[in-house]
């Protein structure tokens, strides 16, 4: 199957689309950044912002999408501070000339700090009640964080790429498998529940004293601790801290099993393998080679041989432990 274009998605159309739904857009679009969907921003005629989707075919089916848009608005529901899709008419899903595209309120605000323990701590809050809406059931449509899907399938869209050196082949293929067998061996199961699924800084937004979590596009179902450990960095001790002061406000609302600790490297390793995967499978696309350019240089995967070996290291290494 070839890679999708998004060429025809010009201004003219898009504004027809959006205004097949009864919106009127005032404003010019505002592309934002967003490079797996197409996503702009406008003013309407009703004075109101809004932020449009246009969702990237065959990625997502429609019961996929929806599952998505059900779990926002049952968080919303729930007054977790979430962007949930807006309604017309009681649908939320568009369909326009072979494109599907989604409606939501624009909201301002910067970017979160992950070196704010203040805002860690109220992220906790939120993300334990996120959790305990997200326990209430499983997704039936959305995919699971599994092995599979984030390093076997990863690791084919990278080797059938050619974009790896040819030079670099051997070590490359070496240093993946290796880690790859060791992840599999430590990604022992746990109660999987919804989760937001790619819950970093970039998906979390401050606007004034509030916080609102956006982005549900990469929901799915897998165990709790991959909605916490993309807000760790540094040392040991910092992420300790870090995650000691997350949990401080996650438990006001939902319960942690320390046995999750044990999963923060494997998942680190299959977010690394996934995002090789990711950048190889999309490559096709021109706003790939445009944004990503270093993808294909010799530089970049002699920097992920490194990046590999170091977290095949981690992997040998104990748990992170809680602070006593």
Partial sequence: MSEFSFANLTPDFILDAIESIGIYPESGLMAL????????????????????KFYRPQRWSDEQILEEHQFAFSLQEAEVPVVAPITRDGESLFHYKGYRFTLFPSVGGRQFEMDNLDHLEILGRYIGRMHSVAGSQQFSHRPKVNCQDYLYKAKSAVLNSQLLPMHLETPFITILDRLITKTEQEYHQVEQIRLHGDCHAGNILWAGDSLMLVDLDDCRQGPLIQDLWMMLNGDRHEQAVQLDTLLSGYEEFNSFEQRQLSLIEPLRAMRMVHYMGWLATRWQDPAFPRNFSWFATDKYWEQQILALKEQFATLHEPALRLIP
Avoid at 33 to 52: L, P, T
């Fill in 33 to 52: 950044n967003s490079y797996e969907n197409r996503v702009y921003q406008f003013k309407a005629e009703d004075n109101c912002r809004y932020v449009v």
